[in-house]
């Protein structure tokens, strides 16, 4: 199904072999160092790789890579390498329509490879810190993150951050914080956020130990901008930073703009959706 396809395109099956376990057969531009220049009856078959996906405790990986994270989720996992391949050999391409059979059936291939669509539609999630929230009146873009992330970081004392869960479908974005210590839950409408992006001037979070109060770890930052509740010109910028190496910030940032361009070009884009 996949020797004529362009490279980049991929399958994900359930794997026969490992029980709980996906079949992820990926299409690439160049055979494998071991068979290249080899006398091969068939040389497009070589073209087709071969990668077992494992579950783990936390999620799932790609077996056999020392550099390829534990994603929470196989869409996830999808997704991250389709903006960067890690250990694989080439970027996945999300597919627009499922594989035909080129025999001539007219019996579509199934893939469990979701569409841009039904992944856009159901949306990814993560857990981020949740930093800090600043009116911006009329100001988006950049401008607004980089004069927000100013303010933060001028702040004394520094807020504490909270770990929330974030979620990004094409309904738009929803905070929810677990342990409700500054709200439980809140959705910001997809049609009412403009702009996402990383921190214009690349600074980072420390996060520091609570027993020596020494930096542990410097995280990326990131914020969206969506219009402020019962306002109609008003904005908020809201301000996180990565949790886990394993949802850095720029895979979160490029998801959040592909699901808010693909929504506001769907007819079908809800305009009702209302803050919890």
Same mark, same amino acid.
């Given at each position: &199904?996949?020797?004529?396809?362009?490279?980049?395109?991929?399958?994900?099956?359930?794997?026969?072999?490992?029980?709980?376990?996906?079949?992820?057969?990926?299409?690439?531009?160049?055979?494998?160092?071991?068979?290249?220049?080899?006398?091969?009856?068939d040389?497009?078959?070589?073209?087709?790789r071969?990668?077992?996906?494992?579950?783990?405790s936390?999620?799932?990986?790609?077996?056999g890579?020392?550099?390829?994270?534990?994603?929470?989720?196989?869409?996830?996992?999808?997704?991250?390498?389709?903006?960067t391949?890690?250990?694989?050999?080439?970027k996945?391409?999300?597919?627009?329509?499922?594989? &035909?059979?080129?025999?001539?059936?007219s019996?579509?291939?199934?893939?469990?490879?979701?569409?841009?669509?039904?992944l856009?539609?159901?949306?990814?999630?993560?857990?981020?810190?949740?930093?800090?929230?600043m009116?911006?009146?009329?100001l988006?873009?950049?401008?607004?993150i980089?004069?927000? &992330?100013?303010?933060?970081?001028?702040?004394?004392?520094?807020p504490?951050p909270?770990?929330?869960?974030f979620?990004?479908?094409?309904?738009?974005?929803?905070?929810?914080?677990?342990?409700?210590?500054?709200?439980?839950?809140?959705?910001?409408?997809?049609l009412?956020v403009?702009?996402?992006?990383?921190?214009?001037?690349?600074?980072?979070?420390?996060?520091?130990?609570?027993e020596?109060?020494?930096?542990?770890?410097?995280?990326?930052?990131?914020?969206?901008?969506?219009?402020?509740?019962?306002?109609?010109?008003?904005?908020?910028?809201?301000?996180?930073?990565?949790?886990e190496?394993?949802?850095?910030?720029t895979?979160?940032?490029?998801f959040?703009?592909?699901?808010? &361009?693909?929504?506001?070009?769907?007819?079908?884009?809800?305009?009702?959706?209302n803050?919890?």
């Amino acid at each position: &199904m996949l020797k004529d396809q362009s490279p980049g395109t991929f399958i994900v099956r359930d794997s026969n072999s490992f029980p709980g376990a996906f079949g992820l057969a990926l299409k690439v531009a160049t055979p494998p160092p071991h068979v290249a220049g080899k006398n091969i009856a068939d040389p497009s078959s070589e073209l087709v790789r071969h990668f077992l996906i494992e579950p783990t405790s936390k999620g799932v990986r790609i077996k056999g890579c020392s550099n390829e994270p534990v994603f929470g989720s196989l869409s996830a996992l999808i997704y991250q390498h389709s903006v960067t391949p890690l250990a694989l050999p080439i970027k996945l391409v999300l597919p627009e329509n499922d594989l &035909m059979l080129k025999d001539g059936s007219s019996t579509a291939v199934q893939s469990l490879a979701s569409p841009t669509t039904q992944l856009l539609t159901q949306g990814a999630a993560c857990s981020l810190l949740y930093l800090f929230t600043m009116d911006t009146e009329s100001l988006t873009g950049p401008q607004a993150i980089q004069r927000t &992330m100013t303010h933060l970081l001028d702040a004394k004392p520094l807020p504490v951050p909270t770990i929330v869960h974030f979620k990004v479908s094409s309904q738009g974005i929803t905070l929810t914080d677990n342990e409700r210590k500054l709200f439980f839950r809140r959705h910001y409408p997809v049609l009412t956020v403009s702009y996402c992006g990383l921190d214009p001037e690349d600074r980072r979070w420390n996060q520091r130990s609570e027993e020596t109060g020494l930096p542990i770890s410097s995280n990326r930052c990131f914020g969206f901008i969506a219009r402020k509740q019962a306002s109609k010109t008003d904005n908020q910028c809201h301000i996180f930073a990565e949790l886990e190496a394993e949802q850095p910030a720029t895979a979160i940032v490029n998801f959040v703009t592909k699901v808010m &361009m693909t929504s506001s070009s769907s007819p079908s884009s809800s305009h009702s959706k209302n803050n919890v």
